[in-house]
Nanobody
């Protein structure tokens, strides 16, 4: 198993930037594909980005392409989501999750392990 803990959320003004982190413990993180999701109040959990085991491949939701960047440091057992040009509609709890295979990346049901989430609030 792998345990995931998100951090780095906070309050930022529209147009600003924030980087959230996902730290892993337990099994080595390099065994897993890692995705970022977010969930706003009253809405379903929404896929943001995913990164392959080595970090060579990435995949983004259309809504964040060009604004968000996912990266990973397997030596540090950490995956990052750099968020730029933030908008008020980006306000949500951001979750990282891990799975074994590079498929069905946007489906939250395909991920086996989840963190507890970190709140990101973008003010207008």
């Amino acid at each position: 198993q792998v345990q995931l803990v998100e951090s780095g959320g906070g309050l930022v003004q529209a147009g600003g930037s924030l980087r959230v982190s996902c730290a892993a413990s337990g099994r080595t993180l390099s065994n897993y594909v890692v995705g970022w999701f977010r969930q706003a109040p009253g809405k379903e959990r929404e896929f943001q980005a995913a990164i392959s085991w080595s970090g060579v491949r990435t995949y983004y939701a259309d809504s964040v392409k060009g604004r968000f960047t996912i990266s990973r440091d397997n030596a540090q057992k950490t995956v990052y989501l750099q968020m730029n040009s933030l908008k008020p509609e980006d306000t949500a709890v951001y979750y990282c999750a891990a799975k074994g295979a590079w498929n069905n990346l946007a489906s939250s049901q395909q991920y086996n392990y989840w963190g507890q989430g970190t709140q990101v609030t973008v003010s207008s």
